[in-house]
């Protein structure tokens, strides 16, 4: 999702700083960038000379060191401790005027922004997923968030093309505390053999008009984001409707966490 934020960022004008762990990582995600726009410029979407300029505003950043920026997207796996870190990093070596934002799908800003020395200048903005079609960010207040914080976040998304909506910070925001759980009993429904994968997502698709099945929206997400996300969900509410399948922790444990593994509820070539 970070090269899906930083193409975005960089098609709205804005000049971006793409890290990640490693830089075959950053050449991952500046391939699959070039890739998207390519694809948009075979469509008659975009010129080659808007797409070159775009991918000219993107520059492959491989440490963080005294970052000049206004804004870090922090987008990394779905871990606490992860993102702990990288916030700690980031409050250091950013200026202490930068606003630090969170990708998270589940974990609290709060926690987050409690971190770093500049509480009042973090927030959420939950992007979907892929981040250059789905018009949804979710904007999260921490509880120290300030309202120039929120207000500058918000903007931006607008900036981007994104349709902003606030939410508060509890586990799941919105987006996940109603999608996950549907996808939690879909998986429930293939362990207690009421139906195959296949016609637990026919059911949805054909009966309740969803564009994907449930069960390959999370081979889609990745069954250990997915995990994840219930992990949080169930900790943070301490209410057993939340408990992640069995099933789901199985295929985690085996390795097969959908798509990007080749192997989950369906298997990829």
């Not at 974990?107 to 200048?121: D, M, Q």
């Not at 079609?133 to 918000?154: K, N, P, Y």
């Not at 026919?202 to 995990?227: E, Q, R, S, W, Y």
Request: net charge negative; glycine share 8%.
């Amino acid at each position: 999702m970070g090269a899906g934020i930083a193409q975005v960022a960089a098609q709205s004008g804005h000049t971006v700083l793409l890290n990640d762990r490693d830089a075959e990582y950053i050449a991952r995600g500046l391939s699959t960038i070039s890739k998207n726009l390519t694809r948009s410029v075979e469509k008659g979407r975009l010129t080659a000379e808007t797409r070159d300029e775009i991918l000219e505003r993107i520059v492959a950043t491989p440490a963080i060191h005294q970052l000049d920026v206004d804004l870090a997207i922090e987008a990394a796996t779905e871990h606490l401790e992860t993102k702990l870190a990288l916030f700690r990093s980031l409050d250091h070596h950013c200026d202490p005027r930068a606003v630090l934002a969170s990708n998270t799908s589940s974990i609290s800003i709060t926690t987050l922004a409690a971190a770093t020395k500049r509480p009042e200048h973090v927030a959420g903005m939950h992007f979907m997923n892929p981040v250059p079609v789905m018009a949804l960010v979710e904007i999260i207040r921490g509880i120290a968030t300030s309202q120039a914080t929120f207000d500058f976040v918000r903007d931006l998304a607008v900036q981007m093309g994104k349709t902003p909506v606030e939410v508060r910070d509890f586990p799941g925001f919105v987006s996940n505390r109603v999608l996950m759980p549907m996808i939690n009993e879909a998986i429930y429904a293939v362990y207690e053999g009421v139906g195959t994968p296949e016609s637990v997502d026919t059911v949805m698709k054909l009966g309740m008009n969803h564009p994907m099945g449930p069960l390959t929206l999370a081979d889609f997400i990745g069954l250990d984001t997915c995990l994840a996300i219930m992990e949080v969900l169930h900790d943070g509410f301490g209410d057993s409707k939340y408990r992640p399948c069995p099933l789901l922790k199985q295929y985690v444990a085996a390795g097969w966490l959908g798509k990007k593994s080749g192997r989950g509820f369906y298997t990829y070539a």
